[in-house]
């Protein structure tokens, strides 16, 4: 079975059929998805979703860019909700200097404050690092992430860096770039990445993989990841499916 380990089935693009594709994933090999929020209004549907499907599961967390109106009282709300057994992560936490929509020392604040959350109540965190490579890790040091663990969310950073989210003990996830003609870069990490510390996820509704790139993205489209990485690895698609599936179990600390 296929763990699909980073999804956002509570977006808008999935409005008009997200219980019919879910209904469709375990007949199509997906086994297990991890459903991530990413602002507090999207917390109550993640949890809902996840009530809903014995194989989903919630990570709780908020968006670099949807920090600007955070405060203390939301801390002690996702706190309550990680009281919840379906919740296993929290995420995606982190920073995004792409857009630059929040100002910088906003989004540094709450993300140490969600990774301390993380530490309080004793989750792995998903982290979301756009063009903020050298902050990110300083913070991901300084909070000692690997008191905790977690996974680096649709990796692009270098091997050099990659090196480091290792130390911190850390998975690496891959998703549909990772099939892109100009992705080299991020195959070269892939390459890199020892078998046992990477899991693949799919982003969806975003970031589809050839031969879907530019439409919606599903988790019924993850096993073009899992190709992809066989391929890279020179193992069989098998192989690929089985070890993500089991790393990814293990980082979220699923027991079935």
């Known amino acids: 079975m296929l763990f699909d380990s980073h999804a956002h089935y509570n977006d808008s693009h999935f409005d008009n059929d997200r219980f019919e594709i879910l209904e469709s994933m375990q007949e199509n090999n997906v086994g297990y998805i991890m459903n991530i929020s990413d602002s507090m209004k999207s917390v109550l549907k993640v949890l809902d979703i996840a009530k809903r499907y014995s194989f989903v599961y919630a990570s709780v967390g908020v968006h670099p860019e949807e920090t600007a109106e955070l405060c203390e009282a939301d801390m002690e709300l996702l706190e309550e909700y990680t009281k919840n057994p379906k919740v296993k992560a929290i995420g995606e936490i982190g920073l995004d200097y792409y857009w630059d929509s929040v100002p910088r020392d906003v989004q540094k604040k709450w993300f140490v404050r969600q990774i301390e959350l993380a530490k309080k109540v004793n989750l792995p965190v998903v982290i979301h690092d756009r063009d903020a490579h050298g902050d990110c890790m300083d913070i991901l040091r300084s909070e000692n992430v690997r008191d905790v663990g977690g996974i680096l969310h649709c ?26 003609k100009n992705a080299r870069k991020v195959r070269e990490v892939a390459e890199y990445v020892p078998l046992d510390r990477i899991v693949i996820e799919t982003d969806c509704p975003y970031l589809a993989p050839e031969p879907h790139r530019g439409k919606r993205n599903s988790s019924l489209y993850i096993h073009y990841v899992a190709e992809k990485l066989a391929e890279i690895k020179g193992i069989s698609y098998e192989e690929a499916e089985r070890v993500t599936c089991r790393n990814a179990k293990r980082c979220y600390r699923i027991e079935d």
């Open 155 to 180: 990796y692009s950073g270098s091997v050099e860096m990659a090196k480091e989210i290792l130390d911190f003990g850390m998975y690496i996830a891959f998703g549909g770039t990772l099939t892109f």
